[in-house]
């Protein structure tokens, strides 16, 4: 099949590229670890002319060779790339915003090959307290198809997002730092230190932490309850390869209490890595939330919809 | 005057070690880095005996002096000393338990000179989730004179404790992780990449920090909460100068949004740095809490009370 679009979700820390056929479908993909803080440094040539920027080095590594085979591909990307940090800017969408409108607001950046990528801005929501979005918003709109008129869509992560969808619209999301604090936490706070690895998911102590974080205890905030992961060391009550397990599903309660009333009536969908989602959606189960499902291959799915919806490829193969 | 009494605060990262005269007041202080965890490695000579265990080597740098002069002098320690990984274990005493009677539990460690080392005990809580505590309860004891016989003693920290005393009995206490959570995420998060150190206290700043922990926002909890850091960075609503004292105010707010609701009608102390109380007391103080003190010396005067209940020196010069 002939490619149609290559789709680049380019994070902080990785660099997922897609080569899509005909309806979306995936050719090829293939995952390097240049996110935007972990570019390339060597100089190279590319298309004839001596390179040393961090992302067209990293671009050309994730598919110079298929804009080589077919140089007229058109590329979209989203995610952390069009940050302030990234290839270049591409300007907040403020919120509540139509998710398939921002096909239309796609912010172009030409490489040196003379090749234009694509990119996809981010969403800003400023009622209350900012908060913003860069990647997420093309999950979203990735899962959105034959779901119903409101859905909360949850994608866990070192930022985990929570996003209200009404008619397609994102109307509201809140942000929970919960996989950074677990990970900064483990690594170089004094609850590390007793902890040990396991290879086995240790259910017990992580359901433990869910319901301690959901406990009258819990009610003190995630800064009080942090300390049993230490305390229940010193007593015995969970042992070094538990103390992980029970960590994360303390933090994750608390992250899942601190959604609105309003969720456990929304029928909700769980987008990212599948391990990942698996704890949370436990962790929903144990809090009482009915209606959890997990959703597969929302980029490359939203990234290729933005794509028909700004004119880069057709929507289905032409006859 | 003659000295009467060795006294040592000796802690994770730091030693204090006291001379007290008659009546406990402090003749001379002294301030060592051995904490428990940064004891000094290089052997030496102590009393005629070839020695390489650090605490031997820390206790002798804060006092050998002062025993040389003063062999007889009796010693008496709190802190992490006391811990699995101190010098010798204290056993935890179980709350509710009367402070003043911690006097009658010290545990004592022979020195290579021969000279009894008593280690006062650290308290244990177990009716809910367990909490320990090592040093405050000493603290606790050395401002409780003069108080009435309900208080909630404040003490900020890497872990701050907040303790429930009533007539002089320690009946309940919660442990937060603000100090360290703050510590840990400024240096290791994404939050400390756009912050920067500032000499001047950004008064602002912190009390906006305060002020969204206890708001609608604030009751998503920290973990939530804690984006804010930076996306308020993002719209330029926070400078990098007001970065670490938003983020100290908000965490500080988390912990007092945290405290039981008994606590708004009782009488509040806070021992510490003065710094870092002084802090607690404008975020207190924001929080609607009306009775709030400082007081100094906890530590030498908490000691200077175990030593003399545990009959190691006289209340007053004897005649």
Not at 32 to 52: F, K, N, Q, Y
Not at 116 to 127: S, Y
Not at 217 to 228: K, N
Request: glycine share 10%; charged share 15%.
């Amino acid at each position: 099949m002939q490619a149609q679009l290559i789709a680049l979700d380019w994070g902080t820390s990785s660099l997922r590229a897609y080569k899509l056929g005909p309806a979306g479908v995936v050719l090829e993909q293939r995952s390097l670890a240049s996110g935007i803080m972990h570019l390339p440094t060597e100089p190279r040539d590319i298309a004839g002319v001596r390179c040393s920027n961090g992302f067209e080095l990293a671009f050309d590594a994730a598919c110079g060779d298929w804009l080589d085979a077919q140089p007229s591909l058109p590329v979209i990307a989203c995610g952390m790339v069009g940050s302030a940090q990234g290839w270049s800017e591409a300007a907040y969408r403020t919120a509540p915003v139509d998710v398939a409108s921002l096909g239309q607001a796609l912010h172009p950046v030409r490489s040196v090959r003379g090749v234009q990528v694509h990119i996809v801005p981010g969403v800003i929501e400023q009622a209350g307290l900012p908060n913003v979005m860069r990647g997420e918003e093309t999950q979203v709109l990735g899962v959105l198809q034959g779901l119903g008129a409101q859905v909360l869509i949850g994608l866990p992560g070192s930022h985990s997002k929570w996003v209200e969808v009404v008619d397609g619209c994102i109307t509201h999301f809140d942000t929970f730092m919960t996989g950074e604090v677990f990970a900064v936490l483990s690594k170089h706070s004094i609850l590390g230190r007793t902890q040990q690895q396991s290879d086995l998911f240790q259910a017990e102590a992580f359901d433990r932490g869910v319901h301690v974080a959901l406990s009258k205890d819990g009610q003190r905030g995630v800064l009080s309850t942090l300390f049993s992961a230490r305390t229940l060391g010193l007593t015995a009550e969970l042992s070094p390869e538990q103390q992980p397990d029970y960590l994360s599903g303390l933090l994750i309660g608390h992250e899942l209490a601190g959604l609105p009333a309003r969720a456990r009536k929304t029928p909700i969908i769980l987008v990212g890595a599948v391990p990942l989602c698996t704890r949370y959606q436990r962790a929903l189960a144990l809090c009482g939330f009915a209606h959890v499902s997990l959703a597969q291959e929302a980029t490359e799915r939203g990234l290729w919809q933005l794509a028909v919806a700004a004119g880069l490829t057709q929507p289905v193969l032409e006859a």
